[in-house]
Protein backbone atom coordinates (compact mmCIF):
# COMPACT_ATOMS: atom_id res chain seq x y z
CA UNK A 1 0.00 0.00 0.00
CA UNK A 2 1.18 3.54 -0.70
CA UNK A 3 2.43 5.44 2.30
CA UNK A 4 -0.48 8.18 1.32
CA UNK A 5 -3.23 5.44 1.68
CA UNK A 6 -1.61 4.52 4.94
CA UNK A 7 -1.87 7.81 6.32
CA UNK A 8 -5.71 8.24 5.01
CA UNK A 9 -5.84 5.06 6.71
CA UNK A 10 -4.56 6.16 9.87
CA UNK A 11 -6.50 9.22 9.64
CA UNK A 12 -9.70 7.28 9.06
CA UNK A 13 -9.41 4.67 12.13
CA UNK A 14 -8.76 8.34 14.17
CA UNK A 15 -11.99 9.29 13.24
CA UNK A 16 -13.89 6.12 15.73
CA UNK A 17 -11.73 8.00 18.68
CA UNK A 18 -13.75 10.84 18.05
CA UNK A 19 -16.67 9.21 18.02
CA UNK A 20 -16.23 8.46 21.74
CA UNK A 21 -14.24 11.24 23.05
CA UNK A 22 -15.22 15.31 23.12
CA UNK A 23 -13.56 18.61 22.77
CA UNK A 24 -13.96 18.81 26.67
CA UNK A 25 -12.42 15.52 27.54
CA UNK A 26 -9.70 16.48 25.19
CA UNK A 27 -9.31 20.12 27.51
CA UNK A 28 -8.95 17.49 30.59
CA UNK A 29 -6.52 14.94 28.97
CA UNK A 30 -4.18 17.51 27.37
CA UNK A 31 -2.86 20.44 29.64
CA UNK A 32 -1.27 21.98 26.98
CA UNK A 33 -4.41 21.52 24.59
CA UNK A 34 -4.70 25.80 24.78
CA UNK A 35 -1.12 26.50 24.17
CA UNK A 36 -0.96 23.98 21.14
CA UNK A 37 -4.08 25.52 19.52
CA UNK A 38 -3.62 28.90 19.85
CA UNK A 39 -1.49 31.15 17.62
CA UNK A 40 -0.67 34.66 18.17
CA UNK A 41 0.79 36.46 15.09
CA UNK A 42 0.70 40.42 14.51
CA UNK A 43 -2.51 41.44 16.35
CA UNK A 44 -4.17 38.81 15.39
CA UNK A 45 -5.15 35.60 17.84
CA UNK A 46 -6.41 32.25 16.61
CA UNK A 47 -8.04 29.92 18.71
CA UNK A 48 -8.28 26.67 17.18
CA UNK A 49 -8.66 24.67 20.49
CA UNK A 50 -12.18 24.06 20.38
CA UNK A 51 -12.31 22.03 17.39
CA UNK A 52 -12.41 18.44 17.35
CA UNK A 53 -9.01 17.42 16.72
CA UNK A 54 -5.96 16.23 19.15
CA UNK A 55 -1.88 16.30 19.11
CA UNK A 56 -1.77 12.87 17.33
CA UNK A 57 -4.14 13.61 14.46
CA UNK A 58 -2.38 17.11 14.05
CA UNK A 59 1.06 14.82 13.95
CA UNK A 60 -0.75 12.12 11.08
CA UNK A 61 -1.99 15.20 8.99
CA UNK A 62 1.65 16.37 9.14
CA UNK A 63 2.47 13.31 8.02
CA UNK A 64 0.08 13.69 4.89
CA UNK A 65 1.54 17.53 4.32
CA UNK A 66 4.95 15.67 3.81
CA UNK A 67 3.84 13.34 1.69
CA UNK A 68 1.97 15.34 -0.36
CA UNK A 69 5.37 17.91 -0.27
CA UNK A 70 3.06 20.67 0.61
CA UNK A 71 6.58 22.81 1.65
CA UNK A 72 7.35 22.02 -1.96
CA UNK A 73 4.42 23.06 -3.65
CA UNK A 74 4.60 26.08 -1.54
CA UNK A 75 7.86 27.04 -2.75
CA UNK A 76 6.30 26.69 -6.07
CA UNK A 77 3.82 29.27 -5.41
CA UNK A 78 5.94 31.39 -4.36
CA UNK A 79 8.31 31.25 -7.43
CA UNK A 80 6.38 31.64 -10.49
CA UNK A 81 5.34 27.64 -10.27
CA UNK A 82 3.08 26.57 -12.92
CA UNK A 83 0.57 25.42 -10.07
CA UNK A 84 -2.11 26.27 -12.55
CA UNK A 85 -1.28 23.26 -14.91
CA UNK A 86 -4.62 22.63 -16.89
CA UNK A 87 -4.59 26.78 -18.22
CA UNK A 88 -0.30 26.26 -17.81
CA UNK A 89 0.12 29.26 -15.64
CA UNK A 90 1.58 30.37 -12.26
CA UNK A 91 -0.45 31.48 -9.18
CA UNK A 92 1.31 34.36 -8.27
CA UNK A 93 -0.82 36.47 -6.30
CA UNK A 94 1.61 36.55 -3.51
CA UNK A 95 4.15 38.56 -6.18
CA UNK A 96 1.83 41.72 -5.61
CA UNK A 97 2.54 42.23 -2.46
CA UNK A 98 6.00 41.02 -2.25
CA UNK A 99 8.69 43.70 -1.77
CA UNK A 100 10.97 45.39 -4.41
CA UNK A 101 13.76 43.57 -3.49
CA UNK A 102 12.55 40.29 -4.09
CA UNK A 103 13.02 38.21 -7.62
CA UNK A 104 10.21 36.25 -9.45
CA UNK A 105 10.30 35.32 -12.92
CA UNK A 106 7.81 34.27 -15.13
CA UNK A 107 9.14 32.99 -18.51
CA UNK A 108 12.78 34.45 -17.97
CA UNK A 109 11.64 38.44 -16.86
CA UNK A 110 11.55 39.75 -13.37
CA UNK A 111 7.94 41.05 -12.75
CA UNK A 112 8.18 42.21 -9.76
CA UNK A 113 10.04 45.94 -10.94
CA UNK A 114 6.52 45.78 -13.39
CA UNK A 115 4.37 45.07 -9.92
CA UNK A 116 5.55 47.98 -8.07
CA UNK A 117 5.57 50.07 -11.25
CA UNK A 118 2.24 49.72 -12.04
CA UNK A 119 1.05 49.81 -8.04
CA UNK A 120 2.73 53.59 -8.52
CA UNK A 121 0.73 53.80 -11.37
CA UNK A 122 -2.70 53.06 -9.84
CA UNK A 123 -1.80 55.00 -6.23
CA UNK A 124 -0.83 58.21 -8.50
CA UNK A 125 -4.04 57.73 -10.99
CA UNK A 126 -6.15 57.37 -7.59
CA UNK A 127 -4.70 59.99 -5.54
CA UNK A 128 -5.33 62.45 -8.45
CA UNK A 129 -9.30 61.76 -8.39
CA UNK A 130 -9.27 61.89 -4.62
CA UNK A 131 -7.60 65.43 -4.94
CA UNK A 132 -10.04 66.42 -7.62
CA UNK A 133 -7.09 67.27 -9.88
CA UNK A 134 -8.24 65.28 -12.47
CA UNK A 135 -11.21 66.15 -13.06
CA UNK A 136 -14.82 64.94 -15.47
CA UNK A 137 -15.26 66.23 -18.87
CA UNK A 138 -17.50 69.07 -17.33
CA UNK A 139 -14.65 70.19 -14.86
CA UNK A 140 -16.26 68.97 -11.92
CA UNK A 141 -14.63 66.60 -9.38
CA UNK A 142 -15.54 63.19 -9.29
CA UNK A 143 -17.57 62.70 -6.48
CA UNK A 144 -19.05 59.17 -7.30
CA UNK A 145 -16.99 55.99 -8.50
CA UNK A 146 -19.42 53.05 -9.84
CA UNK A 147 -17.39 49.73 -10.09
CA UNK A 148 -19.08 47.38 -12.56
CA UNK A 149 -17.10 43.38 -12.73
CA UNK A 150 -18.08 39.69 -11.72
CA UNK A 151 -16.77 37.56 -9.47
CA UNK A 152 -13.32 38.32 -7.94
CA UNK A 153 -13.39 41.36 -10.46
CA UNK A 154 -16.40 42.58 -8.10
CA UNK A 155 -16.00 40.91 -5.02
CA UNK A 156 -12.89 41.73 -3.57
CA UNK A 157 -12.89 45.53 -4.00
CA UNK A 158 -16.80 45.26 -2.74
CA UNK A 159 -16.01 43.42 0.62
CA UNK A 160 -12.59 45.24 1.43
CA UNK A 161 -14.05 48.72 1.16
CA UNK A 162 -17.30 48.09 2.94
CA UNK A 163 -15.18 46.22 6.06
CA UNK A 164 -12.90 49.33 6.36
CA UNK A 165 -15.59 51.36 5.96
CA UNK A 166 -14.20 53.89 8.76
CA UNK A 167 -10.77 54.43 6.51
CA UNK A 168 -12.69 55.35 3.63
CA UNK A 169 -12.75 59.02 2.57
CA UNK A 170 -16.05 60.86 2.66
CA UNK A 171 -16.34 63.00 -0.44
CA UNK A 172 -16.20 60.31 -2.72
CA UNK A 173 -19.16 57.69 -2.47
CA UNK A 174 -18.23 54.14 -4.31
CA UNK A 175 -21.23 51.83 -5.65
CA UNK A 176 -20.94 48.52 -7.16
CA UNK A 177 -22.65 46.50 -9.75
CA UNK A 178 -22.21 42.92 -11.06
CA UNK A 179 -25.62 41.66 -11.37
CA UNK A 180 -27.01 41.06 -15.20
CA UNK A 181 -30.64 42.06 -13.21
CA UNK A 182 -31.06 45.68 -14.60
CA UNK A 183 -32.54 46.28 -11.08
CA UNK A 184 -28.91 47.00 -9.27
CA UNK A 185 -27.68 49.21 -11.97
CA UNK A 186 -31.26 51.18 -11.98
CA UNK A 187 -31.06 51.31 -8.47
CA UNK A 188 -27.32 52.60 -8.31
CA UNK A 189 -28.06 55.16 -11.66
CA UNK A 190 -31.04 56.96 -9.73
CA UNK A 191 -28.91 58.72 -7.17
CA UNK A 192 -25.24 59.25 -9.29
CA UNK A 193 -24.82 62.43 -11.73
CA UNK A 194 -23.15 61.43 -14.88
CA UNK A 195 -20.76 64.94 -14.92
CA UNK A 196 -19.32 63.59 -11.50
CA UNK A 197 -19.29 60.17 -12.03
CA UNK A 198 -16.04 57.84 -12.61
CA UNK A 199 -17.25 54.20 -13.93
CA UNK A 200 -14.48 52.18 -13.37
CA UNK A 201 -14.62 48.14 -15.82
CA UNK A 202 -13.02 45.37 -13.91
CA UNK A 203 -12.62 42.30 -16.06
CA UNK A 204 -9.91 39.90 -16.57
CA UNK A 205 -11.37 38.74 -20.17
CA UNK A 206 -13.49 42.00 -20.36
CA UNK A 207 -15.55 39.10 -22.31
CA UNK A 208 -17.93 37.87 -18.79
CA UNK A 209 -21.04 38.91 -20.50
CA UNK A 210 -22.87 40.26 -16.99
CA UNK A 211 -20.00 42.92 -17.06
CA UNK A 212 -20.07 43.90 -20.32
CA UNK A 213 -23.89 44.42 -20.81
CA UNK A 214 -23.90 46.66 -17.70
CA UNK A 215 -20.54 48.42 -18.67
CA UNK A 216 -22.44 48.76 -22.74
CA UNK A 217 -25.84 50.22 -20.97
CA UNK A 218 -23.60 52.85 -18.58
CA UNK A 219 -22.02 53.82 -21.52
CA UNK A 220 -24.93 54.33 -23.12
CA UNK A 221 -26.56 56.44 -20.01
CA UNK A 222 -22.89 58.35 -19.73
CA UNK A 223 -23.05 58.78 -23.63
CA UNK A 224 -26.42 60.19 -23.62
CA UNK A 225 -26.31 62.33 -21.24
CA UNK A 226 -22.41 64.18 -21.50
CA UNK A 227 -21.66 63.21 -25.55
CA UNK A 228 -19.12 60.69 -26.72
CA UNK A 229 -16.20 63.25 -25.36
CA UNK A 230 -17.00 61.06 -22.07
CA UNK A 231 -15.94 58.06 -22.86
CA UNK A 232 -11.76 58.97 -22.56
CA UNK A 233 -12.58 60.90 -19.25
CA UNK A 234 -14.83 58.92 -17.59
CA UNK A 235 -14.68 55.22 -18.18
CA UNK A 236 -11.32 53.40 -16.44
CA UNK A 237 -10.60 49.69 -17.47
CA UNK A 238 -9.02 46.87 -15.37
CA UNK A 239 -8.39 44.37 -17.88
CA UNK A 240 -6.03 41.35 -19.39
CA UNK A 241 -7.88 42.44 -22.49
CA UNK A 242 -6.61 45.45 -23.38
CA UNK A 243 -7.57 45.30 -27.13
CA UNK A 244 -11.34 44.46 -26.21
CA UNK A 245 -11.34 47.67 -23.76
CA UNK A 246 -10.34 49.50 -26.47
CA UNK A 247 -12.91 48.86 -28.87
CA UNK A 248 -15.02 49.53 -26.20
CA UNK A 249 -13.75 53.02 -26.60
CA UNK A 250 -11.73 53.26 -23.36
CA UNK A 251 -8.34 55.18 -23.65
CA UNK A 252 -4.83 53.43 -23.16
CA UNK A 253 -3.91 55.87 -19.87
CA UNK A 254 -6.97 54.84 -18.40
CA UNK A 255 -6.35 51.27 -18.50
CA UNK A 256 -5.23 49.14 -16.10
CA UNK A 257 -3.93 45.70 -16.50
CA UNK A 258 -4.43 42.56 -15.06
CA UNK A 259 -1.66 39.50 -15.79
CA UNK A 260 -2.58 36.51 -17.04
CA UNK A 261 -0.45 35.16 -13.70
CA UNK A 262 -3.04 37.05 -11.49
CA UNK A 263 -6.38 34.75 -10.69
CA UNK A 264 -9.59 36.59 -10.53
CA UNK A 265 -10.53 35.27 -7.08
CA UNK A 266 -7.19 36.50 -6.23
CA UNK A 267 -7.30 39.90 -8.06
CA UNK A 268 -7.79 42.41 -5.17
CA UNK A 269 -4.05 42.78 -4.78
CA UNK A 270 -3.48 43.54 -8.42
CA UNK A 271 -5.07 46.48 -10.71
CA UNK A 272 -8.45 45.38 -9.25
CA UNK A 273 -7.57 46.86 -5.86
CA UNK A 274 -7.68 50.19 -7.70
CA UNK A 275 -11.28 50.79 -6.83
CA UNK A 276 -9.79 50.15 -3.26
CA UNK A 277 -7.30 52.94 -3.21
CA UNK A 278 -9.98 55.44 -4.58
CA UNK A 279 -11.91 54.55 -1.37
CA UNK A 280 -9.27 54.78 1.12
CA UNK A 281 -5.87 56.06 -0.27
CA UNK A 282 -2.50 54.59 -1.10
CA UNK A 283 -1.29 54.39 2.61
CA UNK A 284 -4.12 52.10 3.62
CA UNK A 285 -3.55 50.21 0.81
CA UNK A 286 0.27 49.52 1.23
CA UNK A 287 -0.94 48.92 5.19
CA UNK A 288 -3.32 46.31 3.50
CA UNK A 289 -0.48 44.69 1.50
CA UNK A 290 1.56 44.60 4.51
CA UNK A 291 -0.48 42.61 6.31
CA UNK A 292 -0.75 40.05 3.54
CA UNK A 293 2.77 40.03 3.04
CA UNK A 294 3.14 39.39 6.59
CA UNK A 295 1.13 36.22 6.25
CA UNK A 296 3.36 35.05 3.51
CA UNK A 297 5.97 35.41 5.22
CA UNK A 298 4.77 33.69 8.43
CA UNK A 299 3.45 30.34 5.65
CA UNK A 300 6.52 30.18 4.29
CA UNK A 301 9.01 30.43 7.02
CA UNK A 302 7.00 28.64 9.93
CA UNK A 303 7.41 25.12 10.99
CA UNK A 304 4.57 23.41 10.04
CA UNK A 305 3.47 22.79 14.58
CA UNK A 306 3.25 26.83 14.24
CA UNK A 307 2.03 27.49 10.95
CA UNK A 308 -1.32 28.50 10.96
CA UNK A 309 -2.52 28.64 7.21
CA UNK A 310 -1.46 24.83 6.46
CA UNK A 311 -2.77 24.04 10.21
CA UNK A 312 -5.99 25.56 8.88
CA UNK A 313 -5.68 23.49 6.01
CA UNK A 314 -4.93 20.08 6.83
CA UNK A 315 -7.98 20.49 9.60
CA UNK A 316 -10.21 21.27 6.94
CA UNK A 317 -9.30 17.90 5.32
CA UNK A 318 -9.58 16.21 8.40
CA UNK A 319 -13.29 17.68 8.60
CA UNK A 320 -14.10 17.56 4.69
CA UNK A 321 -12.55 13.91 3.96
CA UNK A 322 -12.10 12.20 7.05
CA UNK A 323 -15.14 13.22 9.32
CA UNK A 324 -17.22 14.02 6.65
CA UNK A 325 -18.68 17.64 7.68
CA UNK A 326 -20.53 18.90 4.46
CA UNK A 327 -20.20 22.23 5.29
CA UNK A 328 -18.64 25.17 7.02
CA UNK A 329 -20.10 28.70 8.66
CA UNK A 330 -18.38 31.20 8.41
CA UNK A 331 -19.59 34.23 11.27
CA UNK A 332 -18.03 37.28 11.23
CA UNK A 333 -19.55 39.19 14.43
CA UNK A 334 -18.87 42.14 12.94
CA UNK A 335 -21.45 44.00 10.39
CA UNK A 336 -18.62 45.45 7.98
CA UNK A 337 -17.27 41.87 7.62
CA UNK A 338 -20.66 41.29 5.95
CA UNK A 339 -19.32 40.27 2.59
CA UNK A 340 -16.47 38.38 3.61
CA UNK A 341 -18.73 35.63 3.92
CA UNK A 342 -19.07 35.60 0.06
CA UNK A 343 -15.60 36.64 -1.00
CA UNK A 344 -14.05 33.44 0.87
CA UNK A 345 -16.94 31.55 -0.32
CA UNK A 346 -15.64 32.53 -4.12
CA UNK A 347 -12.00 31.47 -2.86
CA UNK A 348 -12.91 27.90 -1.45
CA UNK A 349 -15.54 26.96 -3.59
CA UNK A 350 -14.67 27.99 -7.11
CA UNK A 351 -10.56 26.84 -6.07
CA UNK A 352 -11.42 23.70 -4.19
CA UNK A 353 -14.88 22.65 -5.55
CA UNK A 354 -13.68 19.80 -7.70
CA UNK A 355 -14.12 16.38 -8.48
CA UNK A 356 -10.66 15.34 -10.11
CA UNK A 357 -7.15 15.42 -9.42
CA UNK A 358 -4.50 17.83 -11.12
CA UNK A 359 -4.02 14.52 -13.46
CA UNK A 360 -7.76 14.31 -13.92
CA UNK A 361 -7.94 11.21 -12.06
CA UNK A 362 -11.60 11.02 -10.19
CA UNK A 363 -11.09 12.26 -6.62
CA UNK A 364 -11.46 9.22 -3.98
CA UNK A 365 -12.31 11.65 -0.72
CA UNK A 366 -15.01 14.48 -0.27
CA UNK A 367 -13.53 17.83 -1.13
CA UNK A 368 -13.89 21.57 -0.51
CA UNK A 369 -17.28 21.75 1.51
CA UNK A 370 -19.74 24.55 1.12
CA UNK A 371 -18.92 27.50 2.49
CA UNK A 372 -22.00 29.83 4.13
CA UNK A 373 -22.79 32.23 6.32
CA UNK A 374 -23.37 35.25 7.94
CA UNK A 375 -23.00 38.13 10.32
CA UNK A 376 -23.25 37.94 14.09
CA UNK A 377 -25.50 38.39 16.12
CA UNK A 378 -28.03 38.42 13.33
CA UNK A 379 -27.53 35.33 12.78
CA UNK A 380 -28.23 34.43 16.07
CA UNK A 381 -31.85 34.45 15.25
CA UNK A 382 -32.01 32.70 11.59
CA UNK A 383 -29.48 29.92 11.51
CA UNK A 384 -27.92 28.93 15.23
CA UNK A 385 -30.96 26.85 16.44
CA UNK A 386 -29.45 24.74 13.29
CA UNK A 387 -25.73 24.84 14.28
CA UNK A 388 -26.55 23.71 18.01
CA UNK A 389 -29.55 21.69 17.87
CA UNK A 390 -29.45 20.59 13.93
CA UNK A 391 -28.49 16.66 13.01
CA UNK A 392 -25.72 18.13 11.04
CA UNK A 393 -22.15 19.00 12.80
CA UNK A 394 -21.08 22.40 11.53
CA UNK A 395 -17.52 23.89 12.04
CA UNK A 396 -17.86 27.73 12.73
CA UNK A 397 -15.07 29.90 12.41
CA UNK A 398 -15.76 32.81 14.14
CA UNK A 399 -14.53 36.58 13.65
CA UNK A 400 -14.44 39.28 16.08
CA UNK A 401 -12.13 42.76 16.87
CA UNK A 402 -11.56 43.44 20.72
CA UNK A 403 -11.63 47.24 20.16
CA UNK A 404 -14.29 48.68 18.17
CA UNK A 405 -13.34 51.94 16.34
CA UNK A 406 -17.25 52.94 16.09
CA UNK A 407 -18.05 55.59 18.58
CA UNK A 408 -21.22 54.19 20.54
CA UNK A 409 -20.36 52.47 24.01
CA UNK A 410 -21.11 49.23 25.24
CA UNK A 411 -21.92 47.79 21.81
CA UNK A 412 -18.51 46.10 21.11
CA UNK A 413 -18.93 44.30 24.56
CA UNK A 414 -22.67 42.95 23.46
CA UNK A 415 -20.76 42.17 20.25
CA UNK A 416 -17.89 40.20 22.38
CA UNK A 417 -19.91 38.31 25.55
CA UNK A 418 -22.73 37.19 22.69
CA UNK A 419 -19.81 35.59 20.33
CA UNK A 420 -17.57 33.80 23.14
CA UNK A 421 -20.80 32.39 24.49
CA UNK A 422 -21.88 31.04 20.78
CA UNK A 423 -18.43 29.08 20.52
CA UNK A 424 -18.49 28.18 24.05
CA UNK A 425 -22.23 27.07 24.08
CA UNK A 426 -21.42 24.69 21.06
CA UNK A 427 -18.60 23.87 22.37
CA UNK A 428 -20.14 22.40 25.89
CA UNK A 429 -23.64 22.34 24.85
CA UNK A 430 -26.22 20.84 27.95
CA UNK A 431 -26.92 17.66 29.05
CA UNK A 432 -30.47 16.48 29.77
CA UNK A 433 -29.62 15.63 33.66
CA UNK A 434 -28.51 19.20 34.05
CA UNK A 435 -30.78 20.75 31.82
CA UNK A 436 -33.79 18.56 33.51
CA UNK A 437 -32.37 20.15 36.56
CA UNK A 438 -32.05 24.18 35.37
CA UNK A 439 -36.01 23.89 34.54
CA UNK A 440 -36.94 22.71 37.94
CA UNK A 441 -35.12 25.16 39.52
CA UNK A 442 -36.44 27.33 37.89
CA UNK A 443 -40.26 26.56 39.39
CA UNK A 444 -41.32 23.68 36.64
CA UNK A 445 -43.18 20.87 38.01
CA UNK A 446 -41.24 17.58 37.30
CA UNK A 447 -43.14 16.24 34.76
CA UNK A 448 -43.05 19.64 32.85
CA UNK A 449 -39.04 19.37 33.51
CA UNK A 450 -39.14 16.16 31.60
CA UNK A 451 -41.39 16.62 28.68
CA UNK A 452 -39.00 19.65 27.58
CA UNK A 453 -35.85 18.79 28.80
CA UNK A 454 -34.97 17.00 25.25
CA UNK A 455 -35.68 19.75 23.51
CA UNK A 456 -33.62 22.41 25.51
CA UNK A 457 -30.88 20.22 26.02
CA UNK A 458 -27.59 20.60 24.00
CA UNK A 459 -25.15 17.93 22.61
CA UNK A 460 -22.44 19.90 22.46
CA UNK A 461 -19.09 18.89 21.11
CA UNK A 462 -19.47 21.07 18.35
CA UNK A 463 -16.46 22.88 17.09
CA UNK A 464 -15.27 26.47 16.14
CA UNK A 465 -12.39 28.28 15.16
CA UNK A 466 -11.87 31.88 16.67
CA UNK A 467 -10.53 34.81 15.15
CA UNK A 468 -9.61 37.81 17.35
CA UNK A 469 -7.82 40.61 16.37
CA UNK A 470 -7.37 43.75 17.97
CA UNK A 471 -8.80 46.42 15.69
CA UNK A 472 -10.34 45.73 11.79
CA UNK A 473 -7.58 47.74 10.25
CA UNK A 474 -6.17 47.41 6.65
CA UNK A 475 -3.30 45.39 8.49
CA UNK A 476 -5.59 42.91 10.12
CA UNK A 477 -7.77 41.97 6.81
CA UNK A 478 -4.94 42.15 4.56
CA UNK A 479 -4.01 39.11 6.91
CA UNK A 480 -7.27 37.91 7.69
CA UNK A 481 -7.54 36.98 3.55
CA UNK A 482 -4.28 35.83 3.26
CA UNK A 483 -4.86 33.10 5.90
CA UNK A 484 -7.38 31.98 4.11
CA UNK A 485 -5.74 32.47 1.00
CA UNK A 486 -3.21 29.77 2.17
CA UNK A 487 -5.43 27.92 3.74
CA UNK A 488 -7.37 26.86 0.76
CA UNK A 489 -3.85 26.14 -1.15
CA UNK A 490 -2.63 23.56 1.56
CA UNK A 491 -6.25 22.07 0.88
CA UNK A 492 -5.71 22.09 -2.84
CA UNK A 493 -2.08 20.69 -2.19
CA UNK A 494 -3.22 17.70 0.05
CA UNK A 495 -5.85 16.84 -1.75
CA UNK A 496 -3.93 17.02 -5.11
CA UNK A 497 -6.02 19.09 -7.10
CA UNK A 498 -5.38 22.36 -9.12
CA UNK A 499 -7.06 25.19 -6.91
CA UNK A 500 -5.96 27.79 -9.88
CA UNK A 501 -8.98 26.83 -12.77
CA UNK A 502 -12.36 27.06 -12.48
CA UNK A 503 -13.80 25.16 -15.61
CA UNK A 504 -16.89 24.26 -13.61
CA UNK A 505 -18.28 27.78 -14.67
CA UNK A 506 -18.04 27.13 -18.20
CA UNK A 507 -21.20 24.67 -19.07
CA UNK A 508 -23.69 26.89 -17.73
CA UNK A 509 -22.16 30.18 -19.24
CA UNK A 510 -22.20 28.37 -22.79
CA UNK A 511 -25.95 26.83 -22.04
CA UNK A 512 -27.12 30.71 -21.46
CA UNK A 513 -25.41 31.47 -24.98
CA UNK A 514 -27.49 28.76 -26.28
CA UNK A 515 -30.54 29.71 -24.79
CA UNK A 516 -30.04 33.43 -24.79
CA UNK A 517 -30.81 33.51 -28.93
CA UNK A 518 -33.50 31.35 -28.31
CA UNK A 519 -35.32 33.89 -25.79
CA UNK A 520 -34.87 37.04 -28.18
CA UNK A 521 -36.39 35.22 -31.26
CA UNK A 522 -38.96 33.05 -29.62
CA UNK A 523 -38.33 29.92 -30.72
CA UNK A 524 -37.80 26.70 -29.18
CA UNK A 525 -34.46 24.16 -30.31
CA UNK A 526 -35.14 20.71 -30.63
CA UNK A 527 -31.88 19.37 -28.61
CA UNK A 528 -33.80 20.89 -25.27
CA UNK A 529 -34.49 18.78 -22.50
CA UNK A 530 -38.23 18.75 -22.08
CA UNK A 531 -38.42 20.69 -18.74
CA UNK A 532 -36.17 23.55 -20.17
CA UNK A 533 -38.17 22.81 -23.29
CA UNK A 534 -41.36 23.73 -21.07
CA UNK A 535 -40.03 26.42 -18.88
CA UNK A 536 -39.48 28.54 -22.07
CA UNK A 537 -42.89 27.82 -23.36
CA UNK A 538 -44.36 29.31 -19.76
CA UNK A 539 -41.94 32.04 -20.09
CA UNK A 540 -43.35 32.79 -23.80
CA UNK A 541 -46.95 32.19 -22.37
CA UNK A 542 -46.49 34.72 -19.88
CA UNK A 543 -44.93 37.18 -21.76
CA UNK A 544 -47.80 37.51 -24.21
O1 LIG B 1 -16.93 32.88 -12.18
C1 LIG B 1 -15.94 32.64 -13.10
C2 LIG B 1 -14.96 33.78 -13.21
O2 LIG B 1 -14.08 33.47 -14.22
C3 LIG B 1 -14.22 34.08 -11.91
O3 LIG B 1 -13.16 33.23 -11.67
C4 LIG B 1 -13.84 35.50 -12.13
O4 LIG B 1 -13.46 36.12 -10.93
C5 LIG B 1 -15.10 36.06 -12.73
O5 LIG B 1 -15.60 35.01 -13.54
C6 LIG B 1 -14.96 37.33 -13.51
O6 LIG B 1 -14.14 37.18 -14.63
P1 LIG B 1 -13.60 38.43 -15.39
O7 LIG B 1 -12.71 39.20 -14.49
O8 LIG B 1 -12.87 37.90 -16.58
O9 LIG B 1 -14.79 39.26 -15.81
Request: glycine fraction near 6%; charge should be neutral; hydrophobic fraction near 40%.
Amino acid sequence: MRERDLVWNKLEKARQKFNRTSILEQFQKDPQRHDVFSFRLNNLFVDLSKNLIDQQVLKDLQELATIQEVDKIREGLFSGAILNNTEKRPALHVALRTPKSSVITVEGINIVPAVHRQLEEMMSFAELIRSGYKKGLTDRRFTNILHIGSGGSLTGPMMVLKALTSYQTPHIQIDFVGNADSSDLQAKLRKLDPATTLVVIASKTFSTQETILNAETMKKWMLERLGPSALSKHFVAITGNKNRANSFGIVDENIFEIWEWVGGRFSLWSAVGLTIVLGIGSENFKEFLRGARAIDEHFQNTAPEMNLPLILGMLEIWYTSILNFGSRAIIPYDHRLQNFVSYIQQLEMESNGKSVDKLGNKMTKKTAAVVWGAEGTNAQHSFFQLLHQGTSVIPCDFLIAAVSDEEFTGHQEVLLANCLAQSRALMTGRNLKATTKKLGDSGLSDKDSNRLAPHSSFAGNRPSTMFLFKQLTPNILGQLIAIYEHKAFVQGALWNINSFDQWGVELGKELTNEILPLLQNKTLASNLDPSTANLMEEVFRFRK
